[in-house]
């Protein structure tokens, strides 16, 4: 299956990073939407069908921590990758507890984000045995 088939959903609140973000993850063929809050998030969740999400931690309006409880209960099986510059975020139970798929230490490095979310999606589309 083609990256174009696949839509990823950025949630960043720093332009520069939402921007290389943007611009990587295009490049790979992915459709890729942008938010700067986690209440855009939910908006575009509402509205679009999106194959993955990949947030920053903290955004204005609505913590990534506030916001992934709401997207789950929606959208339980969405993989989520999260981005922080708090070392040691990915220990963090309650990240645990959200099931996510992936944890990025900021600066991301930006071929093994592109290597996870290849990953992901790929899991996302093997047929269940």
Same mark, same amino acid.
């Given at each position: 299956? *083609?990256?174009?088939? #696949?839509?990823? &959903? ?8 939402? !921007? @290389?973000?943007? =611009? =990587? &993850?295009?490049? =790979?063929?992915?459709? $890729? ?5 986690? !209440?855009?998030?939910?908006?575009? @969740?509402?509205?679009? *069908?999106?194959?993955?999400? /990949?947030?920053?931690?903290? /955004? %204005?309006? /609505?913590?990534?921590?506030? /916001?992934?409880? *709401?997207?789950?209960?929606?959208? %339980?099986? @969405?993989?989520? &990758? $999260?981005?922080?510059?708090? +070392?040691?975020?990915?220990?963090? #139970?309650? &990240?645990? =507890?959200?099931?996510?798929?992936? #944890?990025?230490? +900021? %600066?991301?490095?930006?071929?093994? !984000? +592109?290597? *996870?979310?290849?990953?992901? @999606?790929?899991? +996302?589309?093997? %047929?269940?045995?």
């Amino acid at each position: 299956m *083609k990256n174009e088939n #696949f839509t990823i &959903l950025v949630a960043e609140d720093e332009e520069a990073s939402r !921007l @290389l973000y943007y =611009e =990587e &993850l295009s490049d =790979e063929g992915y459709r $890729v939407i942008t938010a700067d809050n986690g !209440l855009q998030v939910l908006g575009t @969740l509402e509205d679009q *069908k999106v194959d993955l999400l /990949m947030t920053d931690i903290k /955004m %204005p309006d /609505m913590h990534a921590l506030e /916001m992934i409880p *709401k997207v789950r209960e929606e959208h %339980p099986d @969405l993989p989520i &990758l $999260v981005a922080s510059a708090f +070392k040691g975020m990915e220990n963090d #139970f309650t &990240l645990r =507890e959200f099931k996510i798929s992936g #944890f990025f230490a +900021k %600066p991301v490095n930006i071929d093994g !984000l +592109k290597a *996870k979310i290849r990953q992901i @999606l790929a899991e +996302k589309m093997a %047929p269940i045995a």
